[in-house]
């Protein structure tokens, strides 16, 4: 099957046109090129180019036609040099890698199972990757024998792995993405056709089709669209925010808005199709992890998203706690350690304490709105202004595929600048009219000027966790760097300072988090587990009026945890009350979950109605309501589809929803491009 889609991809390549175009880089460089090509063959083409390679110097490239639609991709040879560009023969081409990608088989699959695993209750087929509301199951245990992967759903990067006996003496192995690597990126690119590329595929079509690609989907999962909120959201991110069905935030694609819940499905789709490919047999269940700092809703979305790509979902865990389960795992002795989780995305900080085969955190908190991408920005907006500065250039409004451009590089400096103290940009023909090329120097030490308030945002997060969780930090026996931002010096230099210690190495703190998520998917499906005692990350409370919040179930309450609202005689009839997850007073300025209603709430005289907010180990809530001493239960349900707005109005006291402060990016000069190219820059 694989011959024969390569071999039709063959044929497609034969038809190109000379009009099509090449998107390339020289393998192991770090800037891309957009040429044209013409004489194309399925042998090779001529790339009409000035930055031409020197013979044999291997290229990665991408074929699209003239409307863009990405064709072939692989890697060629330069063979020649001619006027004005250079002849590359193809050494190895895959046509719409998507199709061929689906029958390649799974680099090095582990050795089979000993006895075939009996069929496995699937979590319900969800048809369509629209945002629905299923009913859900409750999160169930699962018989002996599943294998139940763990997935770390990462803002940049998503990781799996799993735990076989038989290897490594129960260690958890990664299972290696389609092209190989360790991760996948967390990303979706849609193309005109209505194909939806996965991956890395979509990662390299960033830079063509920035407006159709996701990336930092994590940060939107879940959370109730708000226009105001949008506006703020939207200077960072390259592709146009809309909203989705239900009031979530999605992409706008013009004739559809997908939801951020989809994005996360067909991303966790993906997950689980290359599992299953590894490992050589079906995959329904995990454990997926995420940020210790995440709301209700956003774990129910990450839950709802994973129900649509099939996976029945045993345990959804705090990223920092999977790591501690990592270390403790790799470690077995008794410690309190903080966990450092710095992602693309999101900063959590909590501190286990971990004894035998219990882990209790003790503190956590954290902030969803800092991350490498952060950094990301700063560094584009930086490189951006030492061009504008050596062009003479007073203002120059990027494009989105200069803006995605300028991301790549930045990314790669920032990696770059990690173990080196200078780093060379080099963008071949970044401004068009007139033609220049961006060349710029930057060194470590700009970077990590420009990016200390960054550094400085985690750093008060973290006394602060300390402080209300009365904990010093030379109480702390090890600190546990997680996440690819903690590779930053500036971000290693500043935790050793804060505990006086070096960071631990005994880790992979990309791969930690993964690597527990798989342990505790093995312990479930042996019917065992460690204890694992978590806490609530955030208050939950309820509105009195939109400026006015009133705690119900304080942060870092132990899980699970239970309170009870209770209503006097003379509101009932109906009771409809607003709930929020928060630390701010004012009750617009934290998240919206859901609103409680109770219909029918006649009581007899004396009689009080209470509502009941359950959290579950998982961090999720449920409701219900009775009347008080009799425990008749009442009817209830759960209004999420009421536009925020409306109800924030009801409520009066209410001027315009603020953006709360945790949306209060760093505005970058990125930012501020991105927010007036779609439409949304918000006037100060
Ligand atoms: P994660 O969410 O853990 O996959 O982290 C991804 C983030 O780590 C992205 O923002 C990456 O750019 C960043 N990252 C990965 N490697 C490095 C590195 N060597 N230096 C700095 N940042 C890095």
Same mark, same amino acid.
């Given at each position: ?225 708000? $226009?105001?909120? %949008? +506006?703020? &959201?939207? @200077? !960072? ?11 979530? =935030? *999605? ?68 990223? $920092?706690?999977? %790591? +501690?389960? &990592?270390? @403790? !795992? ?11 989780? =710095? *992602? ?71 990696? %770059? ?268």
């Amino acid at each position: 099957m694989y011959d024969a889609a390569v071999s039709e991809n063959r044929r497609r390549a034969e038809r190109l046109s000379s009009s099509a175009r090449i998107l390339w880089k020289r393998q192991g460089d770090d800037f891309l090129q957009l040429d044209r090509v013409r004489d194309v063959s399925a042998q090779g083409a001529f790339v009409v180019s000035d930055a031409v390679s020197e013979p044999d110097a291997a290229l990665e490239f991408e074929l699209h036609d003239e409307a863009g639609r990405a064709l072939a991709s692989g890697v060629a040879k330069v063979v020649r040099l001619g006027d004005g560009g250079m002849g590359i023969a193809f050494l190895d081409v895959t046509i719409d890698a998507a199709e061929v990608s689906q029958s390649m088989p799974p680099p090095r699959p582990p050795p089979p199972l000993p006895a075939a695993a009996p069929p496995l209750p699937t979590a319900p087929a969800a048809t369509s990757d629209e945002w629905v509301a299923p009913q859900l199951e409750p999160l169930s245990v699962p018989p002996l024998d599943r294998v139940i992967i763990g997935i770390d759903l990462g803002t940049t990067n998503t990781c799996a792995a799993w735990v076989d006996e038989r290897v490594g003496e129960g260690r958890p192995q990664i299972i290696p993405g389609r092209t190989g690597g360790n991760t996948i990126p967390t990303m979706i690119n849609f193309d005109t056709d209505g194909r939806i590329h996965v991956g890395q595929r979509a990662a390299d079509r960033q830079i063509l089709y920035p407006r159709r690609t996701v990336y930092g989907s994590k940060r939107l999962i879940g959370r109730t669209w708000q $226009p105001e909120l %949008a +506006a703020e &959201a939207q @200077g !960072h991110f390259a592709y146009p925010l809309g909203e989705a069905e239900g009031q979530r =935030f *999605g992409i706008d694609l013009g004739d559809q808005v997908v939801s951020m819940d989809a994005v996360a499905a067909r991303v966790l789709r993906e997950v689980r199709a290359t599992a299953e490919d590894f490992l050589q047999r079906e995959v329904r269940s995990a454990v997926i992890t995420v940020p210790a700092y995440f709301s209700e809703v956003q774990r129910e979305a990450v839950r709802r998203a994973a129900f649509m790509a099939e996976l029945t979902v045993h345990r959804i865990v705090n990223e $920092p706690t999977a %790591a +501690a389960v &990592a270390y @403790g !795992h790799a470690r077995g002795e008794e410690a309190r350690v903080a966990v450092w989780d =710095f *992602g693309g995305g999101t900063f959590d900080f909590s501190v286990v304490d971990i004894r035998d085969e219990r882990y209790e955190v003790v503190a956590t908190g954290g902030d969803n709105f800092v991350g490498g991408a952060d950094f990301d920005d700063e560094l584009a907006s930086m490189i951006l202004e030492r061009f504008l500065e050596a062009e003479g250039l007073e203002e120059l409004e990027p494009t989105p595929q200069q803006i995605a451009r300028l991301r790549e590089a930045a990314e790669l400096t920032k990696r %770059a600048l990690s173990v080196q103290s200078e780093f060379d940009v080099r963008l071949t023909d970044f401004a068009r009219e007139p033609k220049r090329d961006l060349s710029v120097t930057i060194t470590r030490e700009d970077f990590e000027a420009r990016t200390a308030p960054l550094v400085e945002r985690t750093l008060t997060i973290a006394r602060g966790v300390l402080l209300s969780a009365s904990i010093l930090p030379e109480e702390i026996d090890d600190v546990v760097l997680v996440g690819g931002t903690t590779r930053i010096p500036a971000v290693q230099r500043a935790v050793a300072e804060l505990f006086g210690r070096r960071p631990s190495k005994r880790i992979n703190p990309d791969e930690a988090v993964a690597h527990g998520a798989a342990l505790l998917g093995h312990e479930i499906s042996a019917g065992e587990g460690p204890v694992l005692l978590d806490l609530l990350p955030m208050t939950v409370g309820h509105a009195i009026d939109a400026r006015r919040f009133v705690p119900v179930v304080k942060r870092n309450e132990r899980l699970p945890c239970v309170e009870v609202l209770t209503f006097g005689g003379d509101l009932l009839g109906r009771i409809q009350v607003p709930l929020f997850q928060g630390e701010s007073p004012d009750a617009a300025q934290n998240e919206y979950l859901c609103t409680v209603v109770v219909e029918d709430a006649r009581l007899r005289d004396g009689e009080r109605a209470q509502i009941r907010l359950s959290f579950d180990e998982h961090c999720l809530m449920a409701i219900d309501a009775f009347v008080e001493r009799s425990g008749k239960p009442l009817e209830v349900t759960l209004d999420r589809e009421r536009p925020l707005e409306d109800i924030l109005q009801d409520l009066g006291a209410f001027d315009g929803p603020p953006a709360p402060e945790a949306w209060q990016l760093p505005e970058t000069r990125i930012s501020k491009v991105l927010g007036k190219l779609f439409g949304f820059f918000r006037k100060k």
